[in-house]
């Protein structure tokens, strides 16, 4: 028997128990867009109009960076989630997902769970300025998403980030 290579350990690992929801959903595209925007088709309104609708592409949310191997959240990291928590209590009809990203430093088991932690922080946060977690999920991709895949520090900062994508309730 040969040793697995990563891959293959990230593969089980997401079969058997990271995230089974979502087999069968469609791969997201994130955008990184640090202006606060609304989201196209969503009013301020407090009545909901049913579920089922997926997370979309557009996310009127800012991205939040860690330092390397950190879950801190920095005085900047703060704010950013400070206005994400603003724009998510005017839109009470959204709810967000918060994707915790890694970079390719480190073991796959170790980002998938750093990416996890990170995510889990910023959502905490969002609960403590006043969002209701139920509006929340967290999901980790750890490296596998790099948002620069350049193997540099500049490119490792973009990549060590909560990203949000939103929907409609």
Known sequence: MTAM??????MTVLLFGLVPGLVGCP???LIKDDS????????????????GKSYGAESALASVYFEFD??????????????NAEWLKRHVRVEVR???????????????????RRAAVVRDH?????????????????????????????????SRRAEFLTREK
Do not use: M
């Not at 290579?5 to 990230?10: D, G, Q």
């Open 5 to 10: 290579t990563r891959r293959e350990v990230l």
């Open 27 to 29: 791969k997201k595209n």
């Open 36 to 51: 606060i925007q609304p989201v196209p088709g969503v009013e301020e309104s407090d009545e909901p109009s049913g579920r």
């Open 70 to 83: 950190s879950v801190a959240l920095s005085d900047a990291a703060q704010e950013r989630v400070a206005a």
């Open 98 to 116: 918060i994707g915790g990203h890694c970079d390719e430093r480190g073991t796959t088991e170790f980002n998938l769970s750093l990416g996890q």
């Open 126 to 158: 969002l609960i403590h300025l006043g969002v209701p977690g139920g509006r929340i999920t967290t999901i980790s991709f750890g490296e596998e998403q790099p948002a620069d895949p350049g193997h540099t520090e500049a490119a490792w900062s973009k």
